[in-house]
């Protein structure tokens, strides 16, 4: 149990920054990195060691108006988040020229840790602060501001479902020049529309190449699953609608995202990562852990695994292989047609399930 714990889901944790060496000399390190360093505070000498102390210490105690925290995968901090209320910041909105409500919060964040870049918990962590501020902490929306050049801030930002509201020049500067950047703003009806790509049957093309049409179809599948939860507040996505079924379409979306995972990283790419949410002592987790579940965890953590798929499928054709658990040859053909099938079976269950909800039928 750790105690500074703020929030955790199924394999990242946000804690509190420390007030100790450890977690500034991680600070040090991590704002040293040219990665970091593009887009944090780009124009500011190289940080020494002395200068994080003096900076980032206050954010460790209640007092301040910024809360510092690590993010934590494992036992592995990866890297850093702050959040705020946006109202202790006043001066700094009436220079960039933008009004918020007072309940309206802010975060920024960044990887630290290279090897753990593009591998979806940067949009995890931000789900998860995200669901935090709005239920311990009273926030209507999280409003970010972030440099319209960066678009990996922005892909995760997106993925998670802010959405662009005003462009603004902010005052931090780069190469003596204030940056150009986007006010991004969530709330929590947002968050259904995290897979965003509003894929019609239509799309899917009638004589297009072979993996052309596979991934199209399971793009669509996809889709329609994210359609059948949109609209649901938390308890209704956890409503298990249809008894004696104990199936809700939470546990279809975190069952989904653990598919995603076994296929295509573990299977076809050979990624030794864990499940999600299931194990071998609770192999139905994800179906039947869902009373306390994080929504906007769940949704992050599907949308992840989908990025890290196209990915892989990305990079291969159809005839390449990966070995399933039982050590057996599969292909990417078979496994873009088995997750086919997979989605529409499972998009059944969903339609019986929302319709037993409100009533909402179709596509």
């Not at 409500?101 to 090897?115: K, M, V």
């Not at 009273?138 to 990996?152: F, P, W, Y």
């Not at 573990?266 to 579940?293: C, H, K, M, Q, W």
Request: proline letters at 4%; one cysteine or more; charged letters at 30%.
């Amino acid at each position: 149990m750790i105690d500074d714990l703020v929030t955790a889901g199924p394999d990242v944790t946000i804690r509190r920054l420390r007030n100790d060496g450890a977690d500034f000399e991680l600070l040090h390190r991590w704002l040293s990195e040219p990665h970091v360093r593009a887009w944090w505070d780009p124009d500011r000498p190289l940080p020494t060691y002395q200068s994080v102390v003096d900076e980032y210490r206050e954010f460790t105690g209640d007092a301040s108006a910024t809360t510092g925290c690590v993010i934590v995968v494992g036992a592995r901090p990866i890297g850093y988040t702050q959040f705020y209320q946006w109202t202790d910041d006043a001066e700094y909105l009436a220079t960039v020229g933008v009004t918020l409500p007072d309940s309206a919060w802010g975060l920024d964040l960044f990887i630290g840790e290279t090897a753990w870049l593009g591998r979806g918990y940067g949009k995890r962590a931000v789900a998860l602060i995200c669901s935090y501020l709005v239920s311990s902490r009273g926030a209507s929306e999280v409003v970010l501001i972030t440099a319209t050049d960066n678009r990996r801030a922005q892909h995760v930002y997106s993925s998670v479902g802010f959405t662009r509201d005003v462009e603004v020049l902010d005052t931090d500067t780069k190469d003596g020049q204030r940056i150009r950047s986007w006010v991004m703003r969530w709330s929590p009806s947002h968050r259904r529309g995290i897979l965003g790509r509003l894929v019609q049957y239509e799309d899917i093309p009638r004589v297009g190449r072979e993996k052309e049409t596979l991934t199209a179809f399971l793009e669509w599948q996809r889709d329609t699953l994210a359609r059948k939860c949109a609209g649901l507040d938390g308890d209704r996505l956890r409503e298990r609608s249809a008894p004696p079924s104990t199936l809700s379409l939470l546990g279809l979306v975190r069952h989904m995202a653990d598919v995603e995972r076994g296929w295509f990283r573990r299977t076809l790419a050979g990624e030794r990562v864990p499940a999600i949410y299931s194990t071998d002592a609770d192999p139905d987790g994800e179906f039947d852990n869902v009373d306390t579940a994080d929504v906007d965890e769940a949704f992050a953590s599907w949308q992840a695994e989908c990025e890290r798929a196209r990915e892989i499928v990305s990079e291969r054709e159809l005839d390449a292989t990966g070995r399933n658990r039982m050590g057996t040859p599969v292909s990417l053909r078979w496994i873009l047609v088995h997750m086919i099938e997979e989605y529409s079976r499972h998009n059944g269950h969903a339609d019986l399930l929302r319709e037993r909800i409100d009533g909402a039928v179709g596509y």
